[in-house]
């Protein structure tokens, strides 16, 4: 059964940072490609990043850019979100979502094409 879970969110005060996992069991992540997206209360879901299947194309929302770092480990079956420079606006829950295409640079953050979806990990910036 395909499953991802989300690990790593927490409380960390303005400027810190954290690293999000995503790991995938029941299926082999090499030919998805990964979006990670996020919803505080009261807001719609928003696309955050993605990354390729090859690694090799990412994406980022302009609220992270330069903040937020996306990266894949196939071996490790592991897609990650590394947040620096956190702010009290980046607090939301977290969720890494799948897609399989046979496109290896293709890297979208539109949420409505994901299949697959984490159960969501909570990330709390506050002094």
């Known amino acids: 059964q395909l499953q991802l879970v989300e690990s790593g969110g927490g409380l960390v005060q303005p400027g810190g940072s954290l690293r999000l996992s995503c790991a995938a069991s029941g299926f082999t992540l090499d030919y998805y490609a990964i979006g990670w997206f996020r919803q505080a209360p009261g807001k719609e879901r928003e696309g955050v990043s993605c990354?390729?299947?090859?690694?090799?194309?990412?994406n980022y929302a302009d609220s992270v850019k330069g903040r937020f770092t996306i990266s894949r480990d196939n071996a490790k079956n592991t897609v990650y979100l590394q947040m620096n420079s956190l702010k009290p606006e980046d607090t939301a829950v977290y969720y890494c979502a799948a897609i399989r295409t046979p496109i290896q640079t293709m890297c979208v953050m539109t949420s409505t094409i994901y299949g697959s979806w984490g159960q969501g990990t909570q990330v709390t910036v506050s002094s």
């Open positions: 990354i390729s299947s090859s690694g090799g194309r990412t």
